[in-house]
Nanobody
Framework: QVQLVESGGGLVQAGGSLRLSCAAS????????MGWFRQAPGKEREFVAT????????YYTDSVKGRFTISRDNAKNTVYLQMNSLKPEDTAVYYC??????????????????WGQGTQVTVSS
């Protein structure tokens, strides 16, 4: 059974940085891409970034371009989200997800079949 476990969330001041990690276990060789989403209270889950497994191509939502970086470590089966210049509006629960459908960038939640439990990121002003 495939599992995704996020870590690295926390409380940070505006302008600060955090790095989220997503450790994957199970049959990861079937995955086409992995991604990060976030969900703020009272809002829908929204796409943040995605990375394609075969060539590490990346894609970001406009609001995080230049501030966030998604990367992976194949040996560790881990995907990271480096978040710099954080803003209060980045406050949300961040979810890691994996998808095996070959659609790029395919940012809708329906293109990701496996999800982690989420990690809270809070940015104070």
């Amino acid at each position: 059974q495939v599992q995704l476990v996020e870590s690295g969330g926390g409380l940070v001041q505006a302008g600060g940085s955090l790095r989220l990690s997503c450790a994957a276990s199970g049959r990861t060789h079937r995955w086409y891409k992995m991604g990060w989403f976030r969900q703020a209270p009272g809002k829908e889950r929204e796409f943040v970034a995605t990375i394609r497994w075969r060539d590490s191509d990346t894609y970001y939502t406009d609001s995080v371009k230049g501030r966030f970086t998604i990367s992976r470590d194949n040996a560790k089966n881990t995907v990271y989200l480096q978040m710099n210049s954080l803003k209060p509006e980045d406050t949300a629960v961040y979810y890691c997800a994996a998808g095996d459908r070959p659609v790029w960038p395919g940012t809708h939640v329906t293109y990701f079949a496996t999800w982690g439990q989420g990690t809270q990121v809070t940015v104070s002003s």
